[in-house]
């Protein structure tokens, strides 16, 4: 069975939480073995008033920051998942979701307190000029 149903639900509670302005950060981590790429962080921006994801690849020597809309955001992201990631972690003011694949490959997804008191600042400025 393909983990990519499960992930699109994960990613449905990253749209969601963008619109609700809970939003604090996006990680993806756990890598399988040791690789070059170490983590992906996702954070919004604002450009005129526009929102795109910034999407910063953390390799060994380097980092590497592109930027999407928030639907391109998904197809860059999804590749990477069992290749090499096995979490993605979405901080949010209302909780912690962890997306995780399992030794099968299976994808779950775990719900816990939140890591964050506030969302990201973007995401308030977004909130407070009615984005």
């Known amino acids: 069975m393909s983990f990519q149903p499960v992930f699109a639900q994960f990613w449905e509670k990253v749209k969601e939480s963008i619109e609700n302005?809970?939003?604090?950060?996006?990680?993806?981590a756990k890598t399988i073995g040791d690789t070059?790429?170490?983590?992906?962080?996702v954070r919004p921006v604002?450009?005129?008033?526009?929102l795109s994801m910034s999407i910063t690849a953390r390799?060994?020597?380097e980092e590497i920051e592109s930027f999407h809309s928030l639907e391109e955001a998904f197809f860059v992201?999804?590749?990477y998942m069992n290749n090499p990631f096995l979490t993605a972690i979405l901080f949010t003011t209302e909780g912690d979701f962890t997306f995780k694949l399992n030794k099968k490959r299976v994808g779950s997804i775990i719900e816990q307190a939140p890591t964050f008191k506030n969302a990201?600042?973007?995401?308030?400025?977004m909130k407070e000029k009615g984005i």
Do not use: F, G, R, W
């Open 77 to 79: 992201l999804a590749p």
């Open 46 to 50: 604002l450009n005129n008033d526009v």
């Open 59 to 61: 390799y060994k020597t």
């Open 120 to 125: 990201s600042d973007v995401i308030l400025e």
């Open 21 to 28: 302005h809970t939003y604090a950060k996006l990680t993806l």
């Open 36 to 41: 070059e790429l170490k983590n992906i962080y």
